[in-house]
Structures are given as C-alpha cells and as structure tokens.
C-alpha cells in the first residue's frame, strides 16, 4: 500500500547513483528487496518515495580473479554465489554461510550486498565475508575507493557512509594459498524469526610445523555491529591446536565480544555456551580444510 | 503506472503496472493465473512460487515491474494440455497434496530442482524445499512424489501408487484411490475463496482494536468516508441484526460500538468497503478512535481471582467442568505412591496455509450469498443471517476449496464483515485477511495448566487420578466450554482409573480467543498426563510401555466418566505393534536408554513413548447428526451433496469411496458436491474427527436407500425378485440386460419414483457429563514412539525416528490416512519443537509468519512407521471412526519423554526451549 512511488531500474552505476542523488524524497537502494521490502511492507521502515533497484547493474554481477584477489560484486546472488566453483574455491566460508540463507527462491533474488549493506551483527554473508578480511568497494559520483569491510558498519542496521550517496559495488579478497581454508557455522533457534543465534567464521592458515600460522575470526551477533575477534586471533596465531589452545582460545574469545540477551530468541548465558562450541567447529573445519 | 511486458507460460502480455505491485498480484488478478498461491505475502513459505527465466522466486516478494522482458513460468504452465508434468502425476499418486493450497509452490519448486538436478537425492530435495511450507505436513510424501517424477523423467518408469498394509477388502472402500479434487490442485485450476472474483467487486478492510481491553469512547468515520474510492464505512450501530455472535454462546460482537468494550487487540471496530485494497486500507488510516484502556486479564489463573478484571460482565468462568467417579480420597488412600506435578502448553496457531477470505454478494432477489471457506457452511449461514436481521433463507454459504482448516475456520471472522458491506453497498465485497490480521484475528489453540495427580499400588496399577485444568480461551467463548470439556475427560489418560476428580476452569482473559484446534483440548490433556505416565514409570521402575499397558483401557472397560467400552477399542494392540516396531530397530536394546551417537561426542539418542485416545464426534448429549442427499444426474453419474466441509483431511475421497462401493460404481461416476447451504443438507461442523464416521454414514445409507429405490423400482417393473438384480461396474444387470445408471433414471422417473432422496443419519446417542451413559459412540487410540537426537552443548533437538500405530477402526482412504497420520505427526513435531504463539500482555509478538516457525520439511524425521490398527467399531462406516486430531497428539509427550530419556532433563513444558535445556543439562552435569 503505498510503500514507494517510483521503483527505478538503472543499467549502470553512474545511473544508479544519479538515481540517487536526483531523489527530491526519500530514496533507497534495493537489490533483491528480502529484508528491505520486507520492512517497508510490513511497516517497520517508513515508507520510500523512490526505490533504486541496482539487481539489473551487469557490472555488480562480476565474480572473477584480479591478481591475487576474487572480486565478489555486490549484486551476485547467493544463488550464484553457492554454485559458482571460484568461490567454492577461494571463498568457502562464504559459500557455506550464503547456502544456509532462505530457501532457493530467497536465494535467487538476496544479493551478497543487501546483507552486508542491511548491516545486522549477524548476516551470515557479512560474517563469512569478515573472515577473509574483506575489503568493500564504495562508489560515488566521485569514483571508486576501497575500505576494509569492517569499517562500514556504524550500528544495528548502520553504516559509515552516505547511503543516498554511495553504493556498495563490489568486494575483493585474497585468492587461498595452498594450506589456507575457511568455514562458516551458526546455531538457529527452532521457534520464530530466522537469523542466528550465533554465527561464526574462520579462516586460517597453517604453518610449516602444522601450526595455525594466523587466522581470521568473526562472529554475530556480539555486539552492535559485526565482530572480529581480534584478541582470539592474535591469541592462535603460532599455536598448534589442541585441546588447551582451545579452552584458552575460547577464554579469550568470551572475555572480548559482547552478548546480550535478546527476548524470544536467546539469553545472554546461552550464546556465552555456544562461543566455544562454535569455535571448535569453524577452526576444526578449517583446519581440516587447509590440510586437505 | 508503467508498461509491462512479460512472457507467462509462453504468452506475452503488456499490461499496465504501478511500481509497487507484486508479481503474485498481477499473475493472479490482472491475468487470473489464480494457481500461484498468497500464504504469507512475507516471502516465508513458498506458496507464491514462479519462475522467472527458469529460477523460482517469490512472486508475494518480487516488484512485477521486475518481470520486464522475462519468461515467467506459473503452475498453469507446467502442464502440456491435458498431459500432466510427472511431478503433478506423481503428486496425486503419492497423496502429496492434502489441502492443496501449498501443492503449486511445491510443484513449482520442485520442477526447478528436477531442472538443476534431474535425480535429487533425499537431502538435495530437503535442501530445495526447506522454505516451502506444508502445513498439512505432506513433506514425506512429496519427497516421495518428487523421487518417482525423477524416475519417470529419466527413466520412463511408469508411476505407481504406493502400498499399504491396511485398508482392503472392499471393491473401493479401503483401497488406495487419488483424491478426486487432486487434478485441479496439481495443475492450479483448484478454485480456493480469493481465486473467485466478481464484476465491479469491491475490497473490504476491518480496523482492528489494537488494545487487549478498553472502552470506545469515540469513534469517528467521517474522513473515511470521504476518501475517494470509498463506498461504505460501517459500525455497530450499521448492524440491523444481533451484534454479537458465536458458535454456542453469542458474545462476540461483530464491530465494538462506542461505549461497548473491546476484549482483545482483535476486536473489529469499523469496516470500509472501497473500490480498491489499498484504498480500503488507507481508509482504516483515517477513522478515527479513542479507547480508553482498561486494566487487562491475560492469563487463565489470573482470570479466576477474586479482584481479576472482568472481561466480560458475567465473570471470567465460562465453565466449570467437573468429573468424579469413584471416591477420590478412598482411591489415594489405596495407593502406595502418589505423585503430583504441573504441566504446561502454550497457545497455538493454526496457520493454515490459506489465509481467511469471504466475499459476499447480493442477489437479484435479495438473498446475500457468501462464498467462504468454511469448517461449518450452516453456522455461518445462521449468524450471517442473524447478524443482518434476515431469514436463514435469505443467505447463502458456498465453499470454495479451503486451503486447510485443523479447526481454526470454525468461527465467524470476516463472513459477516463482508455480508454487511454488500448488503451496504450493493456490491460484491471481498475480505482477505493477510497473515498478519489472520494470526492476530482467529481463535487459537487454548495454552492450559495442568495439574496431574496420580495413586498407584506399587506394581504400577492406577487407583486415582485427580487432575485440575485451567484453559485460556481468550475473550470469547467461541468453542471454549467443549474444548476444555474434551480436556476434562482426556486429562487422566486411556487408562482405566477406578477413582477420578477433574476439576476444569474454562476462563477467558483479554487475550485472542481461544477455539478448536486439532486435538480439541485432548491434545493438551495428552502431554500433561503422558508426561506425568514416564516419570510415574522411572519411579517405579516399570517399563514405561508395561505401565501404560497394565492401565491400558480394554474391551469392557469403564472410562472416567463411566462409560463402558463395548467394542473397538484397540489400544493394547497399537501398543504392543509400536513396542515390536521400536524393539526390531534397536535389535532389542531397551529403546529407553540414553546411547552415544558414533561420531558426535556432544550427541545422545533416546526413545520415548507415549499413548492416547481421541473422542470421534461431538458427544457429550449435542446431538451428531448429517444428511446427505443422493441423486442420479442426468449423464448417470450419481451425486452425492452434504454440506461438510473438505479442508484437506479427505472427505470428498472418502464419500466418493462409499458412495461408489454401495453402488458398485467406478469412482469417475461418483460426483460429491460439498459445502453450499442451498444444495446441500446440513453435514454439521467438521471437527471433533467426525466427518468420516458422520458424513460417511450419511453418505452410506444414503446410497443403500438408493440402492433399495433402485431394486425395488425394477423388481415391480420387470417383475423379478430383487436379489436377481445386480449393480456391478456402474451397471444395473436386470433379466440379461445391462441398464445404465441414466437409463435407471428414466425408468425411475417413468414409474414415478423420484432418483433422488435425502438421508437424515443420527448417530448413536450420547450423554451429557455426570449423566450415566455413552459420552462419545466411539474412540481412536494411538501409541507413539519417536527417538531424538540431543547436544548436550547447545541443547537443540531433533527427531530422528517415528514409529506409531493408530486404531482407526476401518483405513477407508489409505492414501488419505497416510497423509493424515503423517502430517498431524509432522503438526505434533512442530508443536514439540517450533511452535509457539507468543502473547504479551495481550499484545501479539507473533503477528508474523516469520515469527511463527512452523515445521518444515527439514523436520521430517529421518524414518516414519505409520502402522494402522483396524478395531471396527460397530456403527462407524465398515468399521471406520476418526483419525484427523489424534496423530498429532500423541507427539509432543513422547518428545519430551524421549529428551528426558536422552539427557535426564524433565520438562513441563512445550515447545522445547533449546536455551534452558542447554542450561539444565549443563546443571545435571552429563
Ligand atoms: C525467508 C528469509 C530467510 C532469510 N534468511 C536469512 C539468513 O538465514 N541469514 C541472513 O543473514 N539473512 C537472511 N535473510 C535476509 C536477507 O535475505 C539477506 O540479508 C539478503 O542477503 C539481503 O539481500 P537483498 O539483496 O535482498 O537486500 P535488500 O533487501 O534489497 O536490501 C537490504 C539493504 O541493503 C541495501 N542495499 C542493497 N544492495 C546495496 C548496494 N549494492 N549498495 C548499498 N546498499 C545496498 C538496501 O538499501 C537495504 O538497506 C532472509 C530473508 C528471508 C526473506
Ligand atoms: S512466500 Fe510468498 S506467499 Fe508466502
Ligand atoms: S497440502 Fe500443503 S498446506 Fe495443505
């Protein structure tokens, strides 16, 4: 009823962002529109004059290797994203956190940059992709810029930049190395809405001695806006896992996120037991992974 | 507006769009492709699927103009003429669909998946389906129907309708037969309330209350009414009839006029009618109310206090229901243990795929017909026409097909709303109620507390049971008083217990009503009792299926409320054959025990069990009756009309069955015609499991009634005695010859015999409670086995196998009870694990489809034994009695018993929150 006026379809970037900028009311971008027509409809975002829909962008659909990196459009779909073999390759965690989103239908039309952009603490796109240290790619009337994905997200649902302004084209991350590998996991709750208790990502690489030489952890949501484990990770880095790392690792990783306790899906106690439980799953994959 | 051009089913059009309109909208009421489904309009359930370019999408989700320059491919498009998809073949073999009403997402769904991977594995199939929900639970049965398309498509093999080892021995009747109405669901012909549309048809929108409890102060429609676009605003004082309505006592006020009370966030107050939806609803925007809140009752033990506030002038108790037999304290002093403990279930929603919708019209001569959806046409008929201050006559009730029901399209919601607005406007009027106003509208299922008290000697012998109930049944009666009575008298369990007090307060709160649901009060009754049964076992180190054996109610058995079991009653069998079921799988391990699981160190497995029995028919003294009236048409087909209702449970299979075998017809020459108040005699409700046993037997010595006019019409014609007459494969062999059904007609109306009757069944008399007598004509009984999975870590859940019998008397429709017995078991699981309707101080958190899980295709276990006990009972149709409640009851408590089993945490209550089971292992320090 009413949620937008104008629903614009532009072809390129420069397109869209003019879209944007020429609004005179409220304006939007849409991709696949899962969450954010969602919301309109159900009144839980006020309604939009004008909604951009960048999903008909060719160039936001790219999937290819750029040197040492893969470039990740923003507007591939997690259906492309599952069933496309370079990212099965280079980007396991994302591939496994993008499958677990919606059904096929869902998958068909969510974008990649509709979670990241949605920016809850727990996208299970936006965590995967945080793991490999992503960086984002922003473009403005003034060009393009890269920023590690990290630094976008201000708060629940908020980010750094303009959002009239900018659009999210792309990602880049590093292509894996022989002895690299990366998983995703999540516990849901069986009752009411589906997005994760927890989720968790890690990659890692392992050294010459079976080590894990560095990794990556990141996980939702623990805190306003998605979390990298930091501490945990310098923590690992150089530590053979065994048991003891892992009680250790686990320590480290529950004294620096910040759970809370959200009505009707999970206590604060509850996701403090699931840390180390996921812990142990991603990095145990990963491991196994990075040996295969 | 902008210009659309887009491919459907292999035909383009150009049409016309606004920006913001879905592609389920124009496919539906631009192109009347009515076969793509709105469940949800949330992108929750996959019911609105099509593909676009081959990949299916959500068509409630996706902006049309998004469609520019696409192929879109519809249920309707899936099909070549008359040829079927194998997928929509198989469907109907199988029993894949039930109500029907999610089987075009499913197809739909599924074709995309045959498309990508032509021999889908199990998990490829759950991995594709997971966001397409069943609420009929037919998820084992697509699974099937999905590997035998793939089959088909790849290997050209040919189709075949499953196999059961129950049903048989008849020439229709209990053998495996598609439902007639199959075809028209597979290929989206299937006509449900929303796919009809009239000319110059007018859309409804009800302003709800918002507030659990208040008083209208004001209420002002005058900006409304000026909007352009709008043709009616209506209020109470519009209502030239009764205000209120009911299903047995009319308290429930069609709008809330100003200084009335609203007594849930529901409640109507105003509804516009205008020339389009959004019009409508912005409409509702403009009226405007002042309610002064109240102090609000949301919880049944609180509504029984002293100082509680009154929901309704009367006092909170709209029942006490009481049962005593024996002398209570002679039979705990008998005992030599004694246990105690309190049980909790919480509401549900019935989440029928369909969303409630009724349209309604005003003929030519005055008579308002609504088309709606219905559980009871002639209810419905009868409160519209009080409400308008007419005739019964005056109205008509037709029933499309009805997307599933489980009782919750018992109630009036919108069919008086939309009656009101047609009479007001002159017009056609359509209400459809989104998901959103539908989980905040309709009754629910009662939350109850139970409190079980149980004596027992030592060996585990019963000698009292006492038990008390509180029931929520939310701010109107609607079925209260009877579903709370189902849980008085189910509340001590299939066991034979000498001494009995039950004490039942029925109370209503400003909470939404509470009415029918599955299970009928009995599903509640169920866990608390067969809860209470594992833990008297444990104590007394009986085997709990020895416990529940020794107490079993037998052949000659006296129930609680005193009635003598006479025949039928085959609970002990349905014990001992799940007990044999589970004992082969663990290869005679005790099924009870918590094993490791080889691989998952966190993980445990146990069974638990559970049993229960499940009233047919309304009992109790209401008097249960059904007419069915019989016709030789004219083409000599024979048509059977009641006015029951098909919701999915299989009744026009069963009545197409019955019909056929007494007149030896094939099936193709049986039409039945359901639900139209006119056409069809009153079938009464569908509910209380008793359209089989009820309608079934109308339709049954309807037919013998038939059969007698036929024979007797010919004896004297052809002067023969009537047993040389003989019906076989549609014919009627008289003196060599072969007449056909049409030709009977003729000679029938030629010698003056009208080939049309109506028969008036009336079931075996039942008595009230506390009156001696038979309460109910007959009982299912079940026993149910499941085994779960367990992390102790993280505490979540799983059910991995299912094994349950079902005494149903006589499996009439195999491949109908097969979906039945699967899906309520599948309605049990979610009950279990996923289902919760959550109301906060009278406020709705679930309004949702996203915030009620419904289970889904991932929850199907990984094995189902349906095993089927056939106990004739001796005036049911061959035998046959009720079976569409009690599958699902049986569930939950063997869910809880098994958990218990696996990790050595009892639970009180369900769903199973997976956060403090995770907490209460980590205490029990396993
Ligand atoms: C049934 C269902 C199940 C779901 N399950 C999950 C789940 O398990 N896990 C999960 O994480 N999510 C889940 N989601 C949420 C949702 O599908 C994902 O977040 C999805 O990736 C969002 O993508 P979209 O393209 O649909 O975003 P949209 O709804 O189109 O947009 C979301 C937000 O991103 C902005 N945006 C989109 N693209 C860009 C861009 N290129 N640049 C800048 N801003 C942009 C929009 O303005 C909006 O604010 C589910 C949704 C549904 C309906
Ligand atoms: S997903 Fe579209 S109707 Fe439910
Ligand atoms: S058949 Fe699937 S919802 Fe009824």
């Known amino acids: 009823m009413n949620h937008f006026q104008e629903y614009l379809q532009p072809k390129s970037i420069e397109e869209a962002l003019n879209d944007l900028s020429s609004a005179t009311g409220s304006v939007a971008v849409i991709a696949g529109g899962t969450d954010l027509l969602l919301e309109l409809r159900q009144g839980r975002h006020p309604a939009i004059e004008r909604l951009v829909d960048v999903s008909g962008i060719d160039s936001l659909r790219d999937v290819r290797v750029e040197g040492d990196h893969i470039y990740l459009g923003a507007g591939v779909t997690h259906k492309e994203i599952i069933s496309n073999p370079l990212l099965g390759e280079h980007a396991r965690c994302v591939v496994e956190g993008c499958g677990l989103i919606g059904g096929p239908q869902v998958r068909n039309v969510a974008t990649i940059g509709g979670n990241v952009a949605h920016a809850l603490p727990a996208g299970d796109g936006t965590i995967s992709l945080l793991a490999l240290d992503t960086e984002v790619q922003l473009a403005t009337a003034e060009g393009t810029s890269w920023e590690p994905l990290i630094e976008i997200f201000r708060g629940p649902g908020e980010v750094n930049f303009d959002r009239k302004k900018v659009l999210i084209a792309g990602f880049r991350f590093r292509t894996k190395d022989e002895k690299e590998g990366s998983a995703f996991q999540r516990v849901m709750r069986p009752q009411g809405v589906a997005i994760a208790i927890l989720n968790m990502a890690a990659w890692l690489k392992i050294g010459p001695d079976g080590e894990i030489e560095r990794t990556r952890i990141s996980c939702g949501p623990a805190g306003p806006k998605p979390f990298r484990a930091y501490q945990t990770e310098k923590f690992l880095a150089g530590k053979k896992w065994d048991d003891g790392v892992y009680q250790q690792a686990a320590e480290i990783l529950g004294g620096e996120v910040s759970l809370r306790t959200s009505a009707h899906r999970a206590t604060k106690e509850y996701r403090h037991k699931l840390l180390p439980v996921l812990l142990q799953k991603v990095i145990e994959k990963a491991i196994h992974r990075a040996n295969l | ?926």
């Open chain 2, 1 to 926: 507006m902008k210009n659309l051009t887009f491919v459907v089913n292999e035909k383009e059009h150009t049409l016309e769009i606004n920006p913001d309109e879905m592609l389920s909208d124009v496919l539906r009421y631009r192109l009347g492709l009515t076969g793509t489904k709105v469940s949800c309009g949330e992108a929750e359930c996959g019911a609105c699927t099509v593909l676009v370019d081959g990949d299916p999408i959500l068509s409630c989700n996706y902006p049309a103009v998004k469609a520019r320059g696409k192929h879109i491919t519809t249920i309707e498009g899936l099909s070549e003429g008359e040829e079927l998809h194998p997928l929509q073949e198989a469907f109907i073999k199988h029993g894949a669909v039930q109500c029907g009403f999610c089987t075009p997402g499913q197809i739909v769904t599924a074709a995309a998946l045959l498309n990508e991977k032509p021999d889908p594995t199990d998990e490829d199939i759950e991995y594709a389906l997971n966001d397409t929900l069943c609420r009929c639970g037919t998820y084992p049965m697509i699974i099937n129907a999905i590997h035998a398309a793939a089959d088909k498509i790849n290997q050209g093999k040919l189709i075949e309708y499953p196999s059961f080892d129950f049903g048989g021995g008849h020439d229709v009747v209990g053998q495996v037969v598609p439902r007639p109405e199959a075809k028209e669901k597979v290929t989206g012909e299937a006509i449900y309330t929303d796919d009809i549309s009239f000319p110059d048809m007018l859309y409804g929108a009800t302003l709800r209350a918002g507030v659990p409890h208040g008083r209208v102060k004001t209420l002002d429609i005058s900006k409304a009414r000026e909007l352009p676009g709008v043709q009616a605003v209506l209020t109470a004082e519009d209502i030239p009839g009764r205000l209120n309505h009911g299903l047995i006592i009319q308290d429930w006020p069609a709008l809330v006029g100003v200084g009335q009370k609203v007594r849930y966030v529901g409640d109507a107050i105003a509804i516009v009618a205008a020339d389009t939806q959004d019009i409508a609803r912005q409409a509702l925007d403009l009226i405007e109310v002042d309610i002064e809140p109240l102090p609000a009752v949301t919880d049944p033990v609180d509504a029984y206090k002293e100082d509680a506030p009154l929901v309704h002038e009367s006092g909170n108790l709209l029942k006490h229901i009481k049962v005593n037999k024996g002398d209570i304290q002679k039979g705990f002093q008998e005992a030599e243990v004694v246990f105690e403990d309190t049980f909790y279930t919480p509401t549900y929603e019935h989440a029928f795929m369909e969303p409630e919708c009724s349209i309604a019209r005003v003929l030519e001569d005055g008579k308002v017909e609504v088309y709606v959806g219905s559980q009871i046409p002639y209810s419905d008929r009868d409160q519209v026409a009080e409400a308008l201050g007419v005739p019964y006559h005056k109205v008509r009730v037709k029933g499309p097909l009805v997307g599933g029901g489980f009782g919750g399209k018992e109630d009036i919601v919108g069919q008086i709303h939309a009656a009101l607005l047609a009479n007001a406007t002159g017009k056609p009027v359509k209400i459809l109620y989104d998901r959103h106003e539908s989980l905040l509208v309709h009754p629910k299922r009662h939350a109850t507390q139970i409190t079980v008290k149980l004596g027992l000697k030592k060996d585990g012998t019963l000698t009292a049971a006492q038990t008390e109930l509180y029931g929520d049944t939310g701010a109107y009666a609607s079925l209260g008083a009877k579903v709370m009575g189902r849980a008085t008298t189910h509340s001590t369990g299939p066991y034979v217990v000498p001494n009995v007090k039950i004490d039942c307060y029925a109370m209503y709160t400003n909470n939404p009503p509470a009415g029918a649901f599955r299970g009928f009060g009995a599903f509640q009754a169920a866990f608390a009792i067969e809860n209470m049964m594992d833990r008297v076992a444990e104590a007394l180190d009986i085997d709990p299926i020895e416990l529940r054996r020794k107490n079993a109610l037998r052949e000659g058995s006296i129930t609680n409320t005193g009635q003598v079991l006479h025949d039928s009653v085959g609970l002990v069998e349905c014990i001992d054959k799940t007990a044999q079921a589970v004992m082969k799988i663990t290869a005679g391990e005790d099924p009870f025990l918590s094993r490791a699981v080889p691989g998952e160190p966190n993980k445990r497995r146990a069974w638990g069990f559970s049993v229960t029995f499940k009233n047919t028919g309304l009992g109790e003294g209401a008097p249960d009756n059904a007419s069915a009236e019989i016709e030789i048409l004219v083409d000599g087909r024979v048509e059977t009309r009641i006015s029951s209702a098909e919701i999915g449970q299989g009744l026009v299979t069963v009545l197409q069955q019955i019909t056929a075998e007494e007149l030896k017809l094939p099936l193709e020459q049986v039409n039945i015609y359901l639900s139209d108040t006119d056409l069809t005699p009153d079938g009464g409700p569908t509910t209380g499991s008793r359209q089989t046993y009820i309608s079934g037997n109308a339709a049954k010595f309807a037919a013998i009634t038939l059969r007698n006019k036929i024979l007797s019409t010919l004896s004297e014609k052809y002067n023969l005695p009537p047993d040389e007459i003989i019906l076989d494969k549609g014919l009627v062999h008289v003196n060599g010859r072969k007449l056909t059904f049409a030709e009977v007609r003729s000679l029938m109306k030629e010698e003056g015999h009208e080939p049309k009757l109506l028969y008036e069944y009336k079931s075996p008399e039942t008595t009230p409670l506390g009156e001696p007598g038979d309460k109910h004509f007959a009982y299912s009984f079940a026993a149910q086995a499941v085994e779960v999975e367990v992390d102790l870590v993280t505490g979540e859940v799983r059910v991995v196998r299912a094994v349950g019998t079902t005494d149903v008397g006589k499996a009439i429709n195999p491949l109908g009870l097969q979906g039945q017995t699967e899906g309520g078991l599948i309605m049990g699981i979610g009950h279990a694990l996923t289902e919760e309707f959550i109301v906060e101080d009278g406020q709705v958190f679930t309004d949702y489809l996203s915030r009620y899980r419904m289970p889904s295709i991932h929850h199907v276990p990984d094995e189902i034994q349906v095993m089927i006990v056939e106990d004739p009972t001796s005036d049911g149709p061959y035998g046959g009695k009720g079976v569409g409640e009690i599958s699902t009851m049986p569930v939950p408590p063997a869910i809880v018993n098994a958990i218990y089993n696996a990790c050595g945490v009892r639970m009180n209550r369900i769903p199973v929150d997976q956060d403090w089971l995770a907490g209460e292992i980590a205490k029990e320090g396993r």
